[in-house]
């Protein structure tokens, strides 16, 4: 066996370029497929450090079809838990901006109401003092922003003990200020917990016993896990059956409102679930591009030694020793290209990492490095990649037969089996290659489209921050509604600031969706229309560049006791009163609670894009109320300069500080990068389009000329005999011309057929790429055949430069 | 005369990995319709070098080949595939079937290299050539499914088909078995009869006293041309 490979190495060296061609196609293909499927598997697969991973399912609001379109009813989370069967546990939770204040100090952090079972449920214990019990929970349902009544404990993280409290043993028992009001710190968690996304703040949450049914009210995001003998559409089926009731009983609020519950692994990957399977798609097709052109590589080196081969097995050497010395050799040069594809894949890891972290769900639970799950999947990669390219020509070996190679009486193909092989392969590059170029081509301008998305105003220039207003000095909107007046007119006076304005949300930074009822219109659907809903400064369009364009902005005569006020966007007011004027109109945001105001139209603003700039979300409209008539507690400030922003951060800050030292800033970004972000996972994913298309672009004329110029190689003794028999040369090109057309419709048509499944699978969902399909499919059927036109026509004209004496005596 | 070949002064070397092999030198050759020439020698002593430049498969070095009474330096690529087509039949030792076609598509072949022929003349060329060789039943087979002989009478056909003035035959015997070489002798030697220009090279020592005419190489260089005729079967 030794002496085996010691005999393989010394031939690969002996072919020096075939060698170093054949490691480098593996190690770009592996290297890219262990990249690929090191990324889907942290996606996917990956097991993360928490008991029975597989079994923990989030339960999501349905409205209006959509999935994860808001949380679920507080009341209706109450409804299922008393009733369910499916699950060991049941658990809800809030997400949350919390501050910590030590009345020096204070710092804002992601955190999150929760039930105490959830520690357990997500792997976590107190690294200091204990996590929470059920007397820690009172018996009322919190107020999230607009009237908290939190409890008085509080949970820390790791990190924040580290970074906060400086790691002081003596932090249990401390007392801490948790959103202005008075906690005790009880326990800090084990290094990494952030359940349930990135958090490090934890209250507990109070189950509500009064929550109202029917009125919508206050969500809650629910986690579960599963009984382990439970699957999960039986136990989504159990709590469609609470849904149901729940319409029934409360058809006002619960209309067209269910449940869909999704394994944690799938709502980890959230929408991208699409992109996952487009990248596994993708990466298989151009892993596949790369086994047939090193499986041709090496079927043309072991046709090169068919002769010796026949030789051998008649002076009695035994095939299998013979086939072994095949595979030896292609798996030597698996492992050596597979080597380099692994460095490549961890150097790929590396400088995406950042990238990655922007991403949002999960994130700070995925690892990206090369560890033992990583280097298991290269092993199997290459394990599998030495299987496939070293079947073809191990099975040619075993078969051919030694008489047919030393005495061959005929000329053309050198034989029939060796022809179809042939067919197959080329067709298959072609197929494969033109889906994915398809597919990339197609991403690439989609994605594009998106980058270059009109959102319907100016993000240069845009500084923005949040900042919540304690309830003790700010109870209401009109005191609210003077601390924005003040910060901004603060902000204003200060060099480099242009403008300032501030809402409670602004375009790329979530805010919420809220049923709106229409005066005398009739609920065609039963279920009220949703829309993005803002309060805003008066200068808030005027901020953004966004025209007003039928009525008129808000104005200081919109005040606390005056006509309560409303702006609807263009798509708003198109929807509802297609062919006549909203203005005058009268809306309401919840929904036959008499309570509720009418809020008259007076403005109707150029439509803008509130979320991401893909698929229905673009579309969505939105409406938006003065500050001065609705103030909550959480805000955002913004501010623009022709600086670059970041440089204005300590500006904003110091203000801020100035006007009320009690409310400190924080989440600040520029808008630009807000915006840049969510869409960064569709940055990521279209540049690595343009990876997959240029390679397979270069694999796919490399491999088509490689078997095309083998295959013609083959025929010079039967072009010396046709040239014999009188063949000029364009009855030779005619030939190969029209016996590769075949080939070459056959690749084409599957191609393009499976190019457009995927591009039809991904569109709307994604992005809107269609349109591009019909032009991008003529630019990559045309640029194929032109490649597989020339692959077949240049070896041709070398071998008919030859004397067709010369082509006769060919070997 | 009636010549068909004049060869004056031929040379033909081979530049091979920097080595010139000179294959043949000063062959001073003429050849008339309706001989029967053999041309015998030792291995690699120029014979298929002397037949591929006969049959325009390649160009001498020095010298004049005039064929038909054209001189044939003056022709360009596609005249000389032309003239092979039309002129030239050539049989190989090792028959050079395409083995994709089958008996009737090999046999079609050269012809349909020609523009000028409608389908129902083809096919009766065809089968008159195939009816010649004895092959006429095997029209559907492909070379794989014959014996050597079989094939060899097929790769004759073809040479025929095209009605070519002159035969070119390299060693046609050389990979069969005597009886069926012995067949092929007298399917050239009927053709002979017949007013066939035949060329051949064999080793057979008795092949080659069957012709009307043996042609000696050795080391590139006619060494003997004796007029056997009158001794002929
Ligand atoms: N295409 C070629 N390239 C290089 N050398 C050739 C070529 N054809 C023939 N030769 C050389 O010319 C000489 C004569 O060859 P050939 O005519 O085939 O001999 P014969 O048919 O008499 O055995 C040999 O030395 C052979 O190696
Ligand atoms: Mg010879």
New binding site residues.
Partial sequence: MFRDIKYAWRLLLKTPSFTGITVVVLAIGLGLSIYMFSIINMLAYKQLDIPHYERLVMVDAVVDGMENQGNVYAHDYDYMKQRQQSFAEFSAYISISLSLSNGKEAQRYEGAFIEPKAFSLFGGHAHLGRTFIDSDVKKAFIDTERNPDHSDVVIISYQVWQDYYNKNKDVIGKTVQVNGKVHTVIGVMNEGFAYPRNQSVWVPIKVAANQKAGQGGWQVSIVAQLKPNISLPAAQQELMTYSKELTAKYPESNTNVSVHSRTLVQMMMDNSMMIVYLLTGATIFIMALVITNVGNLMLARAMERSKEVAIRSALGAPRSRIIRQMLLETIIICLIGGFFGVILAGWGLDITRPLFQTFGIGASWWTFNLGAEELAIAAWIIFFTSLLTGLLPAIKASNSDINRTLRDGTRGAKSKSSAKLTKVLVSSEIFLSCALLILAGVMIFGVNDALNADYGFKSKGILSARFALNTDDYKNTVTRNLYHQRLIQALMKEPGIENATSASALPGRSSGRQSIQIEDMANQDKQYPRSYFMTISKNYFEFLGVPILEGRAFNDNDAIDSLPVVIISANFAKKFWPNSSAIGKRIKTEPNNPESEWLTIVGISKHLIHSQPFGDEQFRPAIYVPNSQLAYQYQYIAIKTSLDPYQLQKTLIDTAAKVDSNIPLYNMFSLSDRLEHRVGAMVFVGKIFIIFGALSLILAAAGIYGIMSRSVTQRTQEFGVRRALGAIDKDIYQLLLKQGLTMLFAGISVGAILGYLAVNMLSGVLLTLSGYYPAVTIAVLSTISVTFIAATLIPAFKVLKL?P??AL?YE | MNSIIELNSID?S???DEVE????SSIVLTINKGEFVSIT????????????LLGLL?TASQGQFVLNGQDTSELSKNERAKIRNKEIGFIFQSFNLISDLDVYENVELPLTYRKDLSEAEIKTRVNDALAKVDMGHRNKHFPSQLSGGQQQRVAIARALAGSPSILLA??PTGNLDSKNAQMVMDLLHALHKEGATICM?THDQHCADSASRRIS?FD?RVVEDTNLSNQAA
């Fill in positions: 004397e004496n010369s005596r | 033909k081979f530049l091979t092999t000179l294959a043949l020698g030792p291995s690699g002593c120029g014979k298929s070098t002397l037949l591929s390649d390299d060693e090279v190489l590139g």
